[in-house]
């Protein structure tokens, strides 16, 4: 079944930290403390995959926050949401501001779409620089916004913190696919502004179906 608890997790960043290296010197988090009513919870944002053979992608994007409501409205503390295109949510394949842009056959009409709307690629690359790119946002004092599921033991926090459809058949991941349950870090710039942490495990696919299990 889909993830149980979905919500968004509103807040000030205090701080991040990485990981305690392992022997080999990767870590797989970047681990951020939020500060809300209820006190001060500790958010896991995957870096890398405990599986070598399965890495992360990322992006870091910008959007509006008129782009980012309801959720950009809502007071500190963690909400729930429903896993609804109008409640807040975020699907990274079916959200206007997110999902991949098709295909325009016209060369010139291509280039004026890129030109006003850059397309916005995924990066591959090693825990190091995910980390970097997800750092690259963390602004202590920002209002942050980290979309997932909260901790069901070891106190609060949220993780899941990435996409959370599309895992392949057969994968221990398969039961939690679901459409707008994805994962996100938001934090809010001084101009109003997000800045938006998007990652995803090599393993997903980029379409699926209407219970975010992947269609070839």
């Keep these: 079944m889909p993830l149980e608890d979905y919500g968004v997790l509103s807040g000030t960043l205090h701080r991040h ?19 809300a009513p209820e006190g001060r919870h500790r958010c896991a944002i995957d870096v890398d995959s405990k599986d070598s053979a399965t890495g992360v992608r990322w ?6 926050a008129s782009v980012v409501d309801p959720a950009s409205g809502l007071p500190p503390g963690f909400h729930h949401l429903a896993r609804t295109s109008g409640s ?17 056959g016209i060369a010139w009409l291509r280039a004026i779409l890129d030109r006003l709307s850059p397309p916005r690629p995924w990066v591959a690359g090693d825990h190091l620089e995910a980390s970097r790119a997800l750092e690259s946002i963390l602004v202590p004092g920002r209002a942050i916004l980290v979309f997932g599921e909260p ?25 939690e696919n679901g459409t707008w349950q994805d994962g996100a870090t938001m934090t809010r710039r001084d101009d109003g502004q997000y800045d938006v942490f ?19």
């Design 59 to 64: 992006k870091v994007i910008t959007l509006a």
């Design 17 to 35: 930290f990485r990981d305690e290296p392992d022997t080999q010197g990767r870590w797989y988090h970047v681990n951020l403390e939020v500060d």
């Design 88 to 104: 807040g949510a975020v699907d990274y394949l079916r959200h206007p501001a997110l999902r991949p842009r098709t295909g325009c």
């Design 198 to 216: 998007l990652s995803r495990f090599s393993t997903q696919s980029d379409r699926t179906d209407g219970e975010g299990h992947p269609v070839a």
């Design 151 to 175: 901790f069901s033991h070891g106190g609060l926090g949220v993780h899941n913190v990435h996409q959370n459809q599309g895992d392949p058949y057969g994968s221990q991941w398969w039961a």
